[in-house]
């Protein structure tokens, strides 16, 4: 079991920049994946960042260049840098961990964060 709490979002105008948190209830270190989804209204919910355990990352089209997804193990803390905000970008994000289990895989997430980009 793990438990995640976001933090950071809020409202930022277009161009800005915010830096996403994400705090887990234990160590992180095994872990096998951490990632950002997002869910806009009316919309499903996107994966946009995600990072192994080994610090391999991996990005939605709509961010690559403008978004980095970090992990600090010391502090079981996943962030989510993003840049150049854009109108777009406005969501809820959430964060999510995955570890292997017997048989498959088991998702955790958090309650989310709400990111509104707008002037």
């Known amino acids: 079991q793990v438990q995640l709490v976001e933090s950071g979002g809020g409202l930022v105008q277009p161009g800005g920049s915010l830096r996403l948190s994400c705090a887990a209830s234990?160590?992180?270190?095994?872990?096998?994946?951490m990632a950002w989804y997002r869910q806009a209204p009316g919309k499903e919910r996107e994966l946009v960042a995600g990072?192994?355990?080994?610090?391999?990352?991996n990005y939605a089209d709509s961010v690559k260049g403008r978004f980095t997804i970090s992990r600090d193990n010391a502090k079981n803390t996943v962030y989510l840098q993003m840049n150049s905000l854009k109108p777009e970008d406005t969501a809820v994000y959430y964060c999510?961990?995955?570890?292997?289990?017997?048989?498959?895989?088991?998702?955790?997430w958090g309650k989310g964060t709400l990111v509104t980009v707008s002037s």
């Open positions: 999510n961990a995955r570890t292997v289990v017997v048989g498959g895989y088991m998702d955790y």
């Open positions: 234990r160590s992180i270190f095994s872990i096998n994946a």
């Open positions: 990072i192994t355990s080994g610090g391999r990352t």
